[in-house]
DNA sequence: TTGTAAGCGTTATCAA
DNA sequence: TTGATAACGCTTACAA
């Protein structure tokens, strides 16, 4: 809050004469006010450059007018794509969000939480760590409206917008494996996230299927961002050198930002993407179709997920007696040419 | 906020059996209070569930612990690498953050500066539409500590923080001249809005000092974002068939994500980049080094701008007195290889 | 060591 | 048509 004097319906009332309830009265157009003190008291208002204290009307009325948003990184463009269409509908609403990151990290997403209920959002959109932490609990248990992004809570009764992240691991296997692929190395989320978890059951259940063996040391676990990406591949390459019994000829990725790290890294190698190496993303960001070559990824359709997720926190707000509602999306491949096919080559 | 009955220190003192300041004081960790009661009373405030109300408190502290950060658009990895760098460090001090974006938009600024002003925050990072605004007025007045970023009001005594654009636009034009454009096409930020301008005045300078004719039709005004890019551009294309007395060879673009608009455009239309049309971009956001031909671009320091700008502001939140603090950044060419060099061609 | 009471800036009820 | 007053949940003198 500005140190300065801070103008109040105290001291318009002082100016204008009147009682600060006149003011209070006046300003929000009861029409149990005189036209003209009404009209002397807006003027003064806007002259003395006043302006409500939230907080004050927020402890009377119970209602904030703010919406808590809790993503795991904004700065993955997944997550901003999202970000933007809330934010889109709640300017146009008159709401503001409380905003913050979780960095798939539980400790600082049970902060993120604590900090938005006490801040008194009137809802809150998530995307949670982990299907099972106590971390949902919280929100739940506080009854604040809440939706549920990306995973939600396992066996609880909540509004939640999530694409079928086991099915995106599972179609991005087969495609690998359609294409001749048997060592994939999979560069997965971390661990303890829930999606992390799906997108490796969906992994498997390919490779089971195809009666691929599936192999631990082709399983790494990396923050979803360039840098952790870049930094995780090329001592990968380097051990693939070691242990030739190893040695992938594809990756699948959590994510494509994962994916542009890879891409990085194999610059760096001199390996060529797709000969030496296939690439498969997941999330389909915008800048998956530019980069070189343009890459073969899963789609996720972001902005529908943050329309449906502000537009069903928006309804359950004005309406009390509404069921929660449930959204799954099922995730569509989108082919480009970051993978090689094995069997054309070989044959 | 919730519906639910909330908890408050009165609810717990009525079941701990004390008065209601003795359970804010033991809260509170208050030396006055007995270790005993204290105990007894954190014991039941964790059974019930309390945390408190910010609303009651900040109502009474005039501290809200929020920062209100005004950005113009959060779904450009430009704006995402600054925010990125501001949701950690407010994290880490214990601040939540109020988020909204401007969209270039002065009407949309006004009602988020207002916005932040009426929850009051403690402080507000802004990246303002014009420096001339009556919006950066708002700030300045109400007092409350303020940071700009990206550009800052003119002629008055603020904390800034930001890359000095023209210069951007000098040395992008610079380099593009030196590799034998003459006709250049400017895709330049939207009108009115104070960073376009300066990049425009950049750009002419250095068409001045090479001599060339400004050409007003080739400059065009477009939302810095892929969509308004992509579209533009096509168009412009068509135009430059019909005049081909305006054909040109480049374009340099008020961004990254311009630039991949026209990178889209390109591929649709079949055009050869950089062999038939150069690019230039400006931020050197991170997909601009994957895309194909890796783009050339002006660098912009976003992550120093971002530390920069919300450590200004924690500062000035803690020290009354310090005078304000003025950073400009000095922009740099990354060269990569979207610029075909005309007179080797030539030559 | 604990309790009482005033006040932060609103809203809303009831009196005048 | 206007004014006095209580209340929202908390902090903090001050009194007990």
Redesign the interface.
């Known amino acids: 809050?500005?140190?300065?004097r801070t103008v109040t319906i105290k001291q318009i009332a002082k100016v204008a004469g009147v009682s600060f309830s006149t003011v209070a009265k006046a300003l929000r157009g009861d029409p149990a006010i005189n036209q003209k003190t009404r009209k002397r008291v807006v003027k003064i208002a806007g002259e003395l450059?006043y302006?409500?204290?939230?907080?004050?009307q927020?402890?009377r009325s119970?209602?904030?007018q703010?919406i808590g948003i809790i993503l795991n990184?904004?700065?993955n463009?997944f997550f901003?794509?999202i970000?933007?269409v809330i934010?889109?509908t709640l300017?146009q609403k008159g709401y503001?969000?409380?905003?913050?990151?979780s960095?798939y990290n539980l400790e600082?997403e049970k902060?993120?939480i604590?900090?938005m209920?006490?801040?008194?959002v009137?809802g809150i959109i998530v995307s949670p760590v982990n299907e099972n932490s106590q971390n949902n609990s919280l929100i739940i248990?506080?009854?604040?409206k809440a939706v549920f992004i990306d995973i939600s809570p396992k066996n609880i009764d909540v509004n939640y917008v999530f694409v079928n992240h086991e099915k995106a691991g599972y179609i991005a296997t087969n495609y690998l494996i359609k294409n001749g692929h048997k060592k994939i190395l999979l560069l997965n989320g971390p661990k303890n996230v829930s999606f992390s978890e799906y997108f490796l059951n969906g992994h498997m259940k390919s490779l089971k299927e195809h009666s691929l063996k599936p192999d631990s040391s082709l399983i790494m676990n990396c923050e979803p961002n360039?840098a952790c990406a870049h930094d995780s591949f090329i001592e990968l390459w380097e051990g693939r050198k070691k242990k030739p019994a190893l040695a992938f000829t594809a990756v699948l990725t959590i994510g494509d930002l994962v994916a542009?790290g890879i891409?990085?890294a194999a610059s760096e190698l001199g390996i060529d993407i797709p000969e030496e190496c296939s690439v498969v993303g997941y999330d389909n960001i915008?800048?998956s179709?530019?980069?070189?070559?343009?890459l073969t990824t899963i789609h996720q359709p972001k902005k529908r997920i943050g329309k449906w997720s502000i537009d069903i926190l928006l309804k359950q707000l004005s309406d009390?007696s509404m069921e929660h509602e449930k959204i799954i999306i099922e995730p569509e491949l989108v082919i480009r040419n970051s993978v090689a096919a094995l069997n054309t080559i070989k044959a």
């Open positions: 809050m500005n140190s300065e450059n302006y409500p204290n939230s907080m004050a927020a402890l119970k209602k904030t703010t990184d904004l700065s463009p901003s794509d970000y933007k934010a889109d300017y503001s969000m409380l905003l913050s990151d960095n600082i902060k993120n604590l900090m209920l006490s801040k008194k009137d248990n506080s009854s604040t360039i542009m891409y990085e915008f800048s179709k530019y980069c070189n070559p343009p009390e």
